[in-house]
């Protein structure tokens, strides 16, 4: 554990070098409230911090900056309350207060509020359509060898799915077919039904499982939605490490896993190196999950450099989280 001198340092370093992004020297924290020493002695301290690995000196700068020790102690010891901006808690109140339709449309644009909020790439990952009730299903032809299932789930989700029939199946088969998904699936999640009973019916039963494998398919899928990536791009100058975050963004299945596992680690913050995801080690992750009747059925978080603004970005994803947990309990 640091002393009080050198606990005072660190956070003012911390603090400056992610209001600047330039590398703090000790004339400059000599003059912090709450220092209170002489530059020479914030000097010998700060060059203390460094052997202990909480600062690093480039080689370009007298000053220092933090590294991601320095930023992990900064955020378990000295990051303030998460209290959130009166205005912002009012801007996430009046987003969810107007929020209707579709549930896909609502995850994005709660991607695009996180970010727009923190100035840094905001990930939603929603609930899995296979644990959720379904509320209407039905079959509609397209053509004479296409149909489309089209179903409705109790949180507001629809899902389309394209499943190919014979050209001699009548209007009437298929509605047979449809009648007999509805009976089966209405009401209930996916993950409740793993056969469809027969109806009696060859020509029906086939085109019911054909429509259950391919909802299946689909609703098996996460629901993630990513807003504000080329806003986190710019807050690095090195052109590599923006091609490599912005690279590894597009891969939806990392980016679920990533903030899957953070939140499985019961972490709110995953700080460089820590999260395992090396082209994103230049990056800080912040996270909470979304909860619903004591269950998590999702996550929101935010990416950004490590020099991120850590308070505001946990009371942000903490306030949206819940609001969003409560939006989606609403139905």
């Known amino acids: 554990m640091l002393d009080d001198r050198k606990t005072a340092i660190l956070s003012a370093v911390v603090q400056e070098y992610i209001t600047t992004a330039l590398p703090v020297g000790s004339s400059h924290i000599a003059t912090v409230p709450g220092v209170g020493v002489s530059s020479a002695t914030v000097r010998n301290e700060m060059a203390v911090l460094e052997q202990e690995g909480f600062l690093v000196q480039p ?17 378990d010891h000295l990051a303030s309350p998460r209290t959130i901006d009166t205005a912002v808690s009012r801007q996430v109140g009046e987003f969810f207060a107007a929020a209707h339709g579709r549930l896909e449309e609502m995850l994005h644009q709660t991607s695009d509020l996180l970010a727009r909020l923190t100035r840094s790439a905001a990930v939603v990952v929603g609930p899995m359509a296979d644990a959720v009730s379904i509320r209407s299903v039905q079959l509609v032809r397209l053509s004479s060898t296409a149909a489309t299932v089209v179903l409705v789930l109790a949180n507001g989700t629809v899902d389309n799915e394209l499943i190919e029939i014979d050209e ?18 209405q009401g209930r999640p996916l993950t409740s039904l793993e056969t469809l009973a027969a109806s009696g019916e060859p020509s029906v039963d086939a ?6 494998d391919a909802v299946r398919r689909g609703s098996s899928s996460d629901h993630v939605y990513l807003g504000g990536a080329s806003t986190v791009a710019q807050a690095f100058d ?4 923006v091609r490599q975050v912005l690279h590894t963004l597009e891969q939806q299945f990392v980016v679920v896993s990533l903030v899957r596992d953070i939140v499985d680690r019961g972490m709110s913050v995953a700080i460089g ?3 395992g995801v090396e082209p994103l080690s230049a990056c800080s992750l912040v996270v ?25 970005a946990l009371a942000t994803v903490d306030i949206v989280s819940d609001r969003l947990g409560r939006r989606l309990g609403e139905g």
């Open 59 to 75: 080689h370009t700068s007298a000053g220092r900056v933090p590294t991601d020790k320095g930023y992990r102690f900064f955020v």
């Open 168 to 185: 001699s199946v009548s209007d009437v088969t298929l509605a047979s077919a449809s009648a007999h998904l509805a009976a089966a699936l």
């Open 207 to 212: 085109i019911s499982e054909a429509a259950l």
């Open 238 to 241: 090195a052109v590599e490490v």
């Open 273 to 275: 190196v820590e999260h």
């Open 288 to 312: 909470a999950p979304v909860v619903v009747d004591g269950e998590r059925v999702g996550s929101v978080g935010v990416l950004g450099p490590t020099r991120m603004n850590y308070p505001q």
